[in-house]
Nanobody, 123 residues
């Protein structure tokens, strides 16, 4: 069982930056791949980024590539999402999730989900 708690969301102007954190419970955190997803009002949940269990491999949605960076610190049981050059279309509820699969962008492959944190980007 893995419990995930996101933090770091907020409101920012376009072009600004935010860093999201996701703290995980349990001693098996380092055995899970981690991902970030987001969901805007009236839209389906979409994949943002994923990182392998070691942190050595990452995978991004085209819409955030070059602007967002996913990383993890297994000693702190935490995964991060650094978001730069934010755009109004990045406004959404952001969720972190844990998976046994390799670098997947498919929500159904993730076994555990956090409650999410809101990110609002104004123009």
């Amino acid at each position: 069982q893995v419990q995930l708690v996101e933090s770091g969301g907020g409101s920012v102007q376009a072009g600004g930056s935010l860093r999201l954190s996701c703290a995980a419970s349990g001693r098996t955190f380092s055995s899970y791949g981690m991902g970030w997803f987001r969901q805007a009002p009236g839209k389906e949940r979409e994949f943002v980024a994923a990182v392998s269990w070691s942190g050595g491999n990452t995978y991004y949605a085209d819409s955030v590539k070059g602007r967002f960076t996913i990383s993890r610190d297994n000693a702190k049981n935490t995964v991060y999402l650094q978001m730069n050059s934010l755009k109004p279309e990045d406004t959404a509820f952001y969720y972190c999730a844990a998976t046994r699969s390799w670098l997947t962008g498919v929500a159904g492959d993730y076994n555990y989900w956090g409650q999410g944190t809101q990110v609002t980007v104004s123009s």
